[in-house]
């Protein structure tokens, strides 16, 4: 971690983590394109019921990478004891904590599903596919807090395996469910549960056979110390996942009341697509975090500033190839998930909207994650609040009011480069940061 050239160590560890944020953004592509062959309803209700999906996500983030950021800072201070304990409170407290919080949403699927903004004809099925998602929570999370645990101390090729394996289940079982069987968006939801549980027992087994970490009951520590470094180290994962569960749900109304179910439909597939794009990038900046906090832990600013500066590199290079090919085509690409003229044009235009932003979007959430794993947590939460929160909503609201169904199509694209505009100072002042420690520490010797 501190001797090996900071490309190649980060290639070699971004390489599973991207394949395993792709397979697990499959989750959620795999359910709209097999979904949206019953409709634009059942197809919206994926979309109504992706903010809970992205909440549960969030909670696993946000115990995972709190608990990660403190392993691989004491993995590489070598104190292994600590690392363990740590990732016993984050994955007993994650499992427990959306127990709790999946078990009470039970009682109130129908409201829910109003407040993420289903129509009349949407609501049931929204309903029907949350209910079965709400009882996979504990598993779901957790699968993430383990699936980042591993990768914070080095193991991230496990972390893929049991994330890749899941999702090539949910594929195959997404088409037995929803049509052999007949059950429709509850399928798509059962196959999502059964393919997470298994990916969950699998982290369990790597996790198991670690030699960095022991999660053990008996490591457990109801300790203040442990609980605030996961919330200063998952903090601003929760607030950038987590908002983009709020955000959906503003969209989603905003999209109801300016074209109703065919609009919900539409931002859905956009949605799915744009989450599969962005999962590469973060893939990427987690392949980058250990590096990060081991590097910083050792006092190794030089490396940390390379790191950071190939990392900005690659993703922006490679954002702009995918941004130009979903400018080009995305009518097809729209058409691909759903055969239907209303849904293809607002989506294309979305599509091409949000591909435009896409390349600033690779600064911002790299940016963030380099501000999280060394510890600024006040700037990387601001950062994290930014582009689906700060940005986001209040553009939502204001832009669909003025320009109708234009302002929905065109608000993520409008975010994301305010977003930028907010990342762009941050990260100046923390290259000045690490040029400044790296010349005392020289200076030292």
């Known amino acids: 971690m501190t001797t090996r050239p900071v490309e190649k160590l980060i290639c070699s560890l971004a390489v599973p983590t991207i394949i395993s944020m792709l397979v697990t953004a499959l989750y959620n592509i795999a359910d709209t394109f097999f979904v949206s062959n019953l409709g634009n309803d059942q197809t919206g209700a994926v979309g109504v019921v992706f903010p809970v999906m992205a909440l549960i996500q969030a909670v696993g983030f946000f115990f995972g990478q709190g608990s990660g950021n403190y392993i691989s800072r004491a993995l590489g201070k070598g104190d292994p004891g600590s690392a363990s304990k740590m990732a016993s409170v984050g994955f007993f407290t ?11 949403a039970l009682f109130f699927a129908e409201p829910i599903a109003e407040v993420l903004g289903s129509t009349a004809l949407i609501r049931p099925h929204a309903v029907s596919y949350m209910k079965w998602i709400l ?87 109801f300790e203040w110390k442990y609980y605030r470094e996961i919330f200063i180290g998952g903090t601003p994962s929760l607030f950038r996942q987590g908002l983009s569960s709020v955000a959906t749900a503003f969209l989603n109304r905003a999209a109801g009341i300016c074209g109703a179910e065919a609009a919900i439909a539409a931002m859905t597939v956009v949605s ?53 090919a979903g400018i080009i085509f995305a009518p097809w690409i729209i058409g691909i998930f759903r055969d239907d003229e209303t849904v293809i044009r607002i989506g294309a235009a979305a599509l091409r909207a949000q591909c435009a932003a896409l390349p600033l979007t690779g600064v911002t959430i790299m ?11 006040f700037r990387a939460t601001l950062l994290a609040m930014s582009r689906q929160g700060l940005m986001f909503i209040p553009v939502v609201l204001i832009l669909p009011a003025l320009f109708g169904l234009g302002g929905v199509v065109y608000s993520q694209c409008v975010a994301d480069v305010l977003a930028f505009a907010v990342a762009l100072p941050l990260l100046v002042s923390l290259f000045r940061e690490l040029k400044k420690r790296a010349c005392e520490q020289e200076g030292a010797r």
């Open 94 to 104: 994650s499992f427990v904590f959306t127990g709790l919080l999946a078990f009470t």
């Open 135 to 221: 009882l996979g929570a504990p598993f779901m999370a957790s699968s993430y807090v383990l699936n980042n645990q591993l990768r914070f101390q080095g193991n991230a090729l496990y972390s893929m395996i049991g994330i890749g394996v899941g999702a090539v289940v949910n594929v195959g079982l997404d088409p037995l469910f929803i049509s052999v069987l007949d059950m429709g968006v509850s399928g798509a939801a059962l196959a999502t549960v059964i393919s997470q549980l298994l990916s969950f027992c699998l982290l369990l087994v790597a996790t198991a056979k670690s030699d960095s970490l022991k999660i053990r009951l008996r490591n457990y520590r």
């Open 272 to 324: 799915k697509l744009m989450q599969f794009a962005t999962s590469a990038l973060i893939g990427f900046g987690q392949g980058f975090q250990p590096v990060c906090g081991f590097n910083w832990g050792a006092g190794l600013y030089g490396r940390v500033r390379k790191a950071i500066l190939f990392c900005l590199k690659v993703s922006v290079t490679v954002l702009v190839a995918i941004a130009a």
């Open 367 to 377: 940016t963030n994650m380099a501000l999280q794993n060394i510890g600024k947590v």
